[in-house]
């Protein structure tokens, strides 16, 4: 069964910094695209991030300098390193899956989420 | 960076009722544009992508339309289990934006 799996969300304070792991099982994370999309209390999705199987890399311009997306091939897990943290930073992250190529590639598989909440 | 636009922000229609759904891109994107369901507390679910092909298990109540830089979600006939709330998203070139949601009530 293709199944993502988020951990690492908790309450950090103003500055902090959290690392998000989402362990995906049934497929593996180096051969699709993989993204972070968050969705803050009340409002709507965000996309944050996305990682290409070919390594590349791209960021919302609210995240930029700030978070790093990275994946672990022996782990099969997707990262997002979150440093410098904000309050508008308070969110549920999940994970998403893009499967197939081109077109193709739209989310078809998103974890439950894990909870950040940046507070003093 | 493309800027995509959703309307309406909200719609309450009856049980039956046709209901379309319109997301507009700022510049082209070619059929790079998915739309999902998401009901309240769920996770978001991936209803139709490349613009107008139905993903799988997906009623076919549910279509895509794409006309130039302006995409459609239609629900033929609505149902009550179609309640909450639909957002697009582009994702041919990052960043792969979502639109601000429509949220669909029954009258």
């Known amino acids: 069964e293709v199944q993502l799996v988020e951990s690492g969300g908790g309450l950090i304070q103003p500055g902090g910094s959290l690392r998000l792991s989402c362990a995906a099982s049934?497929?593996?994370?180096?051969?699709?695209?993989m993204s972070w999309v968050r969705q803050a209390p009340g409002k709507g999705l965000e996309w944050v991030s996305v990682?290409?199987?070919?390594?590349?890399?791209y960021y919302a311009d609210s995240v930029k300098g700030r978070f790093t997306i990275s994946r672990d091939n022996s782990e099969n897990t997707l990262y997002l390193q979150m440093n410098n943290l904000r309050v508008e930073d308070t969110a549920m992250y999940h994970c998403?899956?893009?499967?197939?190529?081109?077109?193709?590639?739209?989310?078809?598989?998103w974890g439950q989420g894990t909870t950040v909440t940046v507070s003093s | 960076d493309i800027q995509m636009t959703q309307s309406p922000s909200s719609l309450s229609a009856s049980v039956g009722d046709r209901v379309t759904i319109t997301c507009r891109a700022s510049q082209g994107i070619s059929n790079y544009l998915a739309w999902y369901q998401q009901k309240a507390g769920k996770v978001p679910k991936l209803l139709i992508y490349?613009?107008?092909t139905l993903q799988s298990g997906v009623p076919s109540r549910f279509s895509g339309g794409e006309s130039g830089t302006d995409f459609t979600l239609t629900i033929s006939s609505l149902q009550p289990e179609d309640v909450g709330t639909y957002y697009c998203?582009?994702?041919?070139?990052?960043?792969?934006?979502f639109g601000q949601g429509t949220k669909v009530e029954i009258k």
């Open positions: 998203q582009k994702y041919n070139t990052a960043p792969w934006t």
């Open positions: 049934g497929f593996t994370v180096s051969s699709t695209y």
């Open positions: 990682l290409y199987g070919g390594g590349t890399t």
């Open positions: 490349a613009a107008s």
């Open positions: 998403v899956r893009s499967y197939g190529s081109g077109s193709y590639r739209a989310g078809d598989v």
